[in-house]
């Protein structure tokens, strides 16, 4: 699977300058969904979620960061890259095809990666991605943003990973779920492009995911507080 993320970003530029343009504008953008500090009973975390983007409405390329820093062992817990291409299928959703690769302090994965990304109805932002391997799993999560004011937003998630083999060397079980779920209070202190905030993000496996983790010695469930900012520009 490295060759087909190395190809996947190399062919995407390319790409996006054949694609026919006509009148549209070229977007882009970057933005850090979670840029935090975690701390709970375990070691304390950095942690980040962003992703940047460029093209137009009808064809774009994504790439998305995701990753955790435990700062007592300085050890990159975890770390996944994307690099995605994306064309709307409707009104409210996007396809996307493209390669992720994981590349944590453990053993490296590899994935291709087909998915749907947009606006469910209520208006909950909604990712449902497949990633192909040897080890598959497939992943669903959603956030929604409720105004409490014109600047203090909630901002509830969950986000699910469902192995569909084993994959014992990174405590996955099949058919085992890995569940996160959060649920963070922000101020947007320069408009939409800064927004300091406070939460809590709970972690939990089940099934032999969670066999996996007790027999490591870790406990299948966590809750930590946090503290961070979104960033958009």
């Known amino acids: 699977m490295r060759g087909t993320v190395l190809i996947a970003g190399a062919l995407a530029p390319a790409l996006l300058a054949a694609a026919p343009v006509s009148a549209q504008q070229l977007i882009w953008g970057v933005q850090a969904e979670q840029l935090e500090y975690r701390a709970g009973e375990g070691p304390d975390i950095l942690a980040w979620d962003a992703d940047a983007i460029v093209g137009t409405d009808e064809l774009k390329l994504r790439l998305r960061s ?81 105004l409490i004011t014109n600047r203090v937003v909630l901002v509830p998630s969950v986000e699910v990973d469902l192995p569909l083999t084993d994959d014992p060397e990174i ?27 406070v939460g809590v993000h709970y972690e939990r496996a089940f099934g032999e995911s969670a066999l996996l983790a007790s027999r490591e010695g870790e406990d299948p469930g966590t809750v930590l507080f946090v503290v961070g900012t979104r960033i958009l520009f």
């Open 66 to 146: 995701e990753g955790e820093y435990a700062l007592e062992e300085n050890t990159v817990e975890t770390l996944e890259n994307q690099v995605r291409i994306e064309t709307p299928v409707s009104d409210f959703f996007d396809l996307a095809v493209g390669a992720r690769a994981s590349t944590p302090a453990g053993p490296d994965r590899y994935h291709g990666v087909i998915g749907l990304h947009g606006l469910a109805p209520q208006w909950f932002e909604i990712d449902a991605d497949l990633f192909v391997s040897d080890e598959p799993f497939f992943r669903v999560d959603a956030e929604y943003e409720a």
């Open 171 to 197: 405590g996955a079980g099949a058919w085992g779920p890995k569940l996160e779920v959060g649920a963070r209070i922000s101020y947007d202190l320069v408009d939409r492009a800064v927004s300091p905030y």
